[in-house]
């Protein structure tokens, strides 16, 4: 039985250390995650050196001054051995000022902001979602990042509520959000591609759901997607569609009192995330559903079930208030009119 789960043990250290993983920070995609991984690589050999050296002292050690059997000599006492004491006080330092050099280098560029980036993304952080603005580009989104390959992205992180932690593994490292104190990070990414992200500071009991993707794009696709969240919202012809923006914009309902729809009068919020495109992203709930349309309905049904803890469930009228419930066949209907939003 022991051996069988120091097996296990074994198998899965040898699994989790695979290269191809969604979160893998080996998989490099990114100018800063290849220096962070060069970084974590050279620290790596560099402790495995001293191990060796360590362990390989022990071991002769061991071997050369063990009692032999029979043996009635005296282990020999003596006091300090100051050569020996300087030298391995002399190592260490050249060791570890060797190693700092590509450490600091790399933590002085990490640290230098772009002067002139390609695109500035201010992210606040939300318990449970992310927030994407587009300053210079007046468009705001949630919870998929697009960013144009091979650019530099400036980004001023914020939050209104408590810690978060930016972190995009595959493109670059984390960077804490602090509360009424903007901090910045600049990434890459050098493919066009889905990443994936995660706060990486405990906020809450949804901490571990609260996730985000960064779509790279090509310059092309990129001006075309902005292009897009720049128009107003679709307006729906189908009648489900229709019932269900009735029933987004009235006052039992109260959507548009918490989400922003362009081009409505009646959805103005800013406390949930901005739905005038929401049908056209890949994902719900911060990056935890893909968004279909029955996926849409189990989280308008009842969406403190599937994110414990969000303000939706716990603030919004229909899940605080039974007379305001919505029935099957709205939220049947809701889903169809978000899923238009295109």
């Known amino acids: 039985m022991k051996k069988i789960i120091s097996l296990s043990i074994v198998f899965l250290l040898i699994v989790s250390c695979g290269k191809d993983l969604p979160m893998s920070t080996f998989d490099t995609y990114g100018p800063i995650a290849e220096e962070q991984a060069f970084i974590f690589s050279i620290i790596f050999w560099a402790g495995m050196v001293v191990l060796v050296a360590v362990e390989a002292a022990i071991i002769y050690v061991y071997f050369k001054y063990r009692r032999r059997k029979n043996s009635n000599r005296k282990a020999a006492q003596f006091h300090g051995n100051t050569k020996l004491e300087i030298l391995w006080t002399i190592l260490p330092v050249v060791f570890l000022a060797i190693v700092s050099v590509p450490a600091l280098s790399a933590i002085w560029n990490f640290a230098t902001m772009p002067e002139n980036p390609a695109v500035v993304v201010n992210v ?112 729906p012809n189908d009648p489900l569609e229709k019932e269900g923006y009735t029933i987004f914009m009235s006052p039992k309902a109260g959507c548009g009192g918490c989400h922003m729809i362009h081009g409505s009068k009646k959805a103005k919020g800013r406390i949930g995330p901005n739905l005038t495109h929401v049908g056209s992203r890949q994902h719900l709930a911060a990056g935890i559903m893909e968004n279909t349309q029955d996926n849409l309905r189990q989280w308008i049904k009842d969406p403190g079930k599937i994110k414990p803890g969000n303000i939706m469930a716990s603030q919004g009228a229909v899940y605080m208030d039974p007379n305001k419930a919505l029935t099957d066949s709205e939220v049947i209907a809701l889903a169809s009119y978000l899923q238009s939003l295109k």
Request: with cysteine.
């Open 124 to 235: 606040k952080g939300h318990q449970y979602w992310f927030e994407f603005q587009y300053p210079d580009l007046h468009v705001v989104t949630a919870n998929e990042l697009h960013i144009p390959v091979g650019k530099q992205v400036l980004i001023n992180l914020d939050s209104n509520n408590v810690l978060h932690s930016f972190w995009i593994p595959k493109i670059a490292g984390k960077t804490d959000i602090i509360p009424n104190q903007t901090n910045q990070m600049w990434i890459q990414a050098d493919h066009t591609g889905l990443y994936y992200g995660q706060c990486a500071e405990f906020c809450g009991e949804s901490h571990a759901l609260m996730r985000f993707r960064v779509i790279v794009d090509t310059d092309e696709d990129f001006a075309a997607w902005i292009d897009h969240q720049k128009t107003e919202a679709y307006v």
